[in-house]
């Protein structure tokens, strides 16, 4: 069967006729005196041959033609047909047929080797080529997984940004805003709806939007809790993901704006809903679970600022209220969702409201009888005592600030607390303090910084496994290419000059990018971080740094020097890489000094360089909006390690990092 196509191709070939039009022309000319009239006794000669020496000769080319054109064995299949025409006169009608026998064999002899020839380049041939399929299939891959490690750091700077906006204003409108910007990068987006629930109406209303236009966020108007995606996530608290938006269900306005795709999670403080979250896409898409999470993640926090925003705004509202009256005043006191409280100089609680009574676990009249003291431990003792010195002496104090405070069944409430110092005719008579209880907004920052924490670690694991997959597997084989070109190099020696070019060429461009994969897998996972350490790791980088950016880079240990944790270890070789790569990359440094400091408990990095400098805003988290997620990983990284994060810098002054971490 398989010869039978093998034919029939063959036969469907232009190349088969013309090669069969040749073997015509070339018996013709060979028997042309017994073809014709029989008038030609004696045959010609031709370079010193006679021509039917010639015509032999000749045969060579239907032999050489056929097997470059169809394969070796067509080549073989035309040589026995040339020599099934060329046997009759050598053996019959050749008056000297020994030596026409010998030029026969000599015809063969020489279409044979040519054959083999052809046969053996064009498997070279063949194999070359899938060598550099193989390369580029290599290269491709490479590709991938780059945009899939940038992609997923810039997710994880998004996010830590994302948290730093939510928790660090009561704007809801600009804190939205903000928020909106930063999940359509995260998740790639084109559209962003958010809905804050109305308690009273139990209707949904549009509060922020991003890729819509204001006659679409118009039309959508209020949704009912129930009604719709949007509605059953509200009235459910579950998330729901609409991959192709195919169905009834959805609203005129989101089938006019072409909404295809969409992901809703509510938006959640504590067990209640408060919104819902929409992203979407005007062509199909399919999310995943880790998409779904992340989303829900950040729905938690987005619930939390809208959440804090209305109180905000209702204690704000109620502050001004409460300066037109007194008995206003009193009310806000007695009613007011923070915790409010008074004492005296010894302690004792002169005054406090039901919020303070909820908050602690007393009632009201059992407050009225106790000493601050009894709410406190040891810990936020002191720093009450230090708080009390700064307003005695007249001190700034930093409010609101985060203290601890013990209820009565023992657990631990985590407040942000603004104390003042109450005077009368310019004597201290006592404090009040105003406290909000913000120990779900910390565990959900911390199930927030765990999961980034997570998020880090499976990334540095990918990243270790692509560095092995990439050693063990695809250097391997182009080093193995290498190999077989400079064998084949070696045991051919009589290539045209230009074959040996293209393959000495070839051979260099596999070399380099066998170099370029060692480099990359050392980015991705120096080994030497796991096997000798930090300050070996980062005279290894320093070098690194040095060869790919052209930056002089001088590494200092101060202290005795030490291994820590592999973790540690590993986010504080991250930080540096980070550092000395935007100073290489974005900052023109031409110089730059890593300090290194292993002290009592614990450990410090300094990075300075003599880079363009910029100007830097008043929160970190800013930089996110400039383009610099890079620091902004930075700093979250430092939070993960529980430790303190600085940085300096003007235009044209260079830039300063340092970073403290306790061991």
């Given at each position: 069967?398989?010869?039978?196509?093998?034919?029939?191709?063959?036969?469907?070939?232009?190349?088969?006729?013309?090669?069969?039009?040749?073997?015509?022309?070339?018996?013709?000319?060979?028997?042309?005196?017994?073809?014709?009239?029989?008038?030609?006794?004696?045959?010609?000669?031709?370079?010193?041959?006679?021509?039917?020496?010639v015509d032999?000769?000749?045969?060579?080319?239907?032999?050489?033609?056929?097997?470059?054109?169809?394969?070796?064995?067509?080549?073989?299949?035309?040589g026995?047909?040339?020599?099934?025409?060329?046997?009759?006169?050598?053996?019959?009608?050749?008056?000297?047929?020994?030596?026409?026998?010998?030029?026969v064999?000599?015809?063969?002899?020489?279409?044979?080797?040519?054959?083999?020839?052809?046969?053996?380049?064009?498997?070279?041939?063949?194999?070359?080529?899938?060598?550099?399929?193989?390369?580029?299939?290599?290269?491709?891959?490479l590709?991938?997984?780059?945009?899939?490690?940038r992609?997923?750091?810039?997710?994880?700077?998004?996010?830590?940004?994302?948290?730093?906006?939510?928790?660090r204003?009561?704007?809801?409108?600009?804190?939205?805003?903000?928020?909106?910007?930063?999940?359509?990068?995260?998740?790639?987006?084109?559209?962003?709806?958010?809905?804050?629930?109305?308690?009273?109406?139990?209707?949904?209303?549009?509060?922020?939007?991003?890729?819509?236009?204001?006659?679409?966020?118009?039309?959508?108007?209020?949704?009912?809790?129930?009604?719709?995606?949007?509605?059953?996530?509200?009235?459910?608290?579950?998330?729901?993901?609409?991959?192709?938006?195919?169905?009834?269900?959805?609203?005129?306005?989101?089938?006019?704006?072409?909404?295809?795709?969409?992901?809703?999670?509510?938006?959640?403080?504590?067990?209640?809903?408060?919104?819902?979250?929409?992203?979407?896409n005007?062509?199909?898409?399919?999310?995943?679970?880790?998409?779904?999470?992340?989303?829900s993640?950040?729905?938690?926090?987005?619930?939390?600022?809208?959440?804090?925003?209305?109180?905000?705004?209702r204690?704000?509202?109620?502050?001004?209220?409460?300066?037109?009256s007194?008995?206003?005043?009193?009310?806000?006191?007695?009613?007011?969702?923070d915790?409010?409280?008074?004492?005296?100089?010894?302690?004792?609680?002169t005054?406090?409201?039901k919020?303070?009574?909820?908050?602690?676990?007393?009632?009201?009249?059992?407050?009225?009888?106790?000493?601050v003291?009894?709410?406190?431990?040891?810990?936020?003792?002191?720093?009450?005592?230090?708080?009390?010195r700064k307003?005695?002496?007249?001190?700034?104090?930093?409010?609101?600030?985060?203290?601890?405070?013990?209820?009565?069944?023992?657990?631990?409430?985590?407040?942000?607390?603004?104390?003042?110092?109450?005077?009368?005719?310019?004597?201290?008579?006592?404090?009040?303090?105003?406290?909000?209880?913000?120990?779900a907004?910390?565990?959900?920052?911390?199930?927030?910084?765990?999961?980034?924490?997570?998020?880090?670690?499976?990334?540095?694991?990918?990243?270790?496994?692509?560095?092995?997959?990439?050693?063990?597997?695809?250097?391997?084989?182009?080093?193995?290419?290498?190999?077989?070109?400079?064998?084949?190099l070696?045991?051919?020696?009589?290539?045209?000059?230009?074959?040996?070019g293209?393959?000495?060429?070839?051979?260099?461009?596999?070399?380099?990018?066998?170099?370029?994969?060692?480099?990359f897998?050392?980015?991705?996972?120096?080994?030497?971080?796991?096997?000798l350490?930090l300050?070996?790791?980062?005279?290894?980088?320093?070098?690194?740094?040095?060869?790919?950016?052209q930056?002089?880079?001088?590494?200092?240990?101060?202290?005795?020097?030490?291994?820590?944790?592999?973790?540690?270890?590993?986010?504080?070789?991250?930080?540096?890489?980070?550092?000395?790569?935007?100073?290489?990359?974005?900052?023109?440094?031409?110089?730059?000094?890593?300090?290194?400091?292993?002290?009592?408990?614990?450990a410090?990095?300094?990075?300075?360089?003599?880079?363009?400098?910029?100007?830097?805003?008043?929160?970190?988290?800013?930089?996110?909006?400039?383009?610099?997620?890079?620091?902004?990983?930075?700093?979250?990284?430092?939070?993960?390690?529980g430790?303190?994060?600085s940085?300096?810098?003007?235009?044209?002054k260079?830039?300063?990092?340092?970073?403290?971490?306790?061991?």
């Open positions: 069967m398989k010869a039978a196509a093998r034919l029939k191709k063959v036969a469907g070939s232009p190349h088969f006729w013309v090669n069969l039009a040749i073997l015509a022309f070339l018996t013709v000319l060979h028997y042309v005196e017994q073809i014709g009239t029989g008038g030609v006794t004696e045959p010609s000669l031709h370079f010193g041959l006679t021509r039917h020496s032999r000769v000749l045969f060579l080319v239907p032999i050489v033609y056929s097997c470059h054109a169809l394969g070796f064995g067509a080549g073989l299949a035309a026995f047909i040339s020599l099934a025409i060329m046997l009759p006169r050598a053996i019959f009608l050749s008056p000297v047929p020994n030596d026409a026998l010998l030029e064999l000599a015809v063969m002899l020489v279409g044979l080797l040519a054959c083999l020839w052809l046969g053996v380049r064009g498997r070279e041939r063949d194999r070359y080529q899938r060598a550099l399929d193989q390369l580029q299939n290599t290269h491709d891959q590709q991938v997984y780059v945009r899939i490690a992609s997923e750091q810039k997710r994880l700077a998004s996010l830590n940004a994302l948290s730093a906006v939510l928790t204003s009561f704007q809801l409108e600009e804190t939205l805003k903000r928020a909106v910007d930063l999940v359509m990068e995260m998740l790639e987006a084109e559209v962003i709806l958010v809905f804050s629930l109305q308690e009273e109406s139990r209707e949904l209303v549009l509060v922020s939007h991003e890729g819509v236009s204001e006659e679409f966020a118009a039309e959508l108007g209020r949704v009912k809790v129930g009604e719709g995606f949007y509605g059953r996530v509200a009235q459910t608290a579950e998330p729901m993901a609409i991959e192709d938006e195919g169905t009834d269900d959805a609203s005129p306005a989101v089938q006019r704006m072409k909404i295809r795709a969409q992901l809703i999670v509510p938006l959640a403080a504590g067990e209640r809903v408060v919104g819902v979250l929409c992203v979407g005007r062509r199909p898409r399919e999310f995943g679970e880790f998409e779904v999470h992340l989303l993640a950040v729905g938690g926090q987005i619930g939390i600022a809208i959440e804090n925003a209305r109180l905000y705004e204690e704000h509202l109620a502050t001004q209220r409460a300066l037109a007194e008995r206003s005043q009193r009310e806000i006191f007695e009613n007011a969702n915790a409010i409280w008074r004492h005296d100089l010894h302690g004792d609680i005054a406090a409201n919020a303070m009574a909820r908050l602690s676990g007393y009632d009201v009249e059992g407050l009225l009888r106790m000493n003291r009894a709410l406190l431990s040891k810990e936020s003792l002191d720093l009450a005592g230090r708080i009390r307003l005695f002496e007249g001190e700034a104090v930093e409010q609101p600030y985060e203290q601890r405070l013990v209820r009565r069944d023992g657990t631990e409430a985590i407040l942000q607390l603004t104390t003042n110092l109450i005077a009368e005719d310019g004597k201290p008579e006592g404090f009040q303090h105003i406290a909000r209880d913000v120990t907004e910390r565990r959900m920052q911390d199930n927030l910084r765990f999961y980034l924490g997570r998020i880090v670690k499976a990334q540095e694991e990918e990243r270790k496994r692509i560095a092995r997959e990439l050693h063990d597997d695809t250097a391997q084989v182009l080093y193995a290419v290498s190999r077989q070109l400079d064998n084949f070696r045991q051919n020696e009589g290539l045209p000059h230009s074959v040996v293209f393959l000495l060429r070839l051979q260099l461009q596999v070399n380099q990018g066998v170099d370029s994969m060692r480099r897998t050392q980015d991705l996972r120096p080994p030497m971080i796991d096997e350490g300050v070996p790791a980062l005279r290894w980088l320093a070098g690194e740094t040095e060869k790919q950016y930056i002089k880079v001088e590494l200092a240990v101060l202290g005795a020097e030490r291994r820590l944790s592999p973790d540690a270890e590993l986010l504080m070789f991250r930080i540096v890489q980070e550092v000395l790569r935007n100073s290489g990359r974005h900052a023109q440094a031409s110089s730059a000094r890593v300090t290194i400091e292993f002290g009592e408990g614990r410090g990095i300094l990075v300075v360089d003599d880079g363009k400098g910029f100007k830097v805003p008043d929160q970190v988290s800013d930089l996110a909006h400039s383009g610099k997620l890079g620091l902004v990983g930075i700093q979250e990284r430092v939070r993960l390690l430790g303190h994060f940085l300096q810098s003007q235009p044209g260079g830039t300063a990092i340092e970073v403290l971490v306790p061991l």
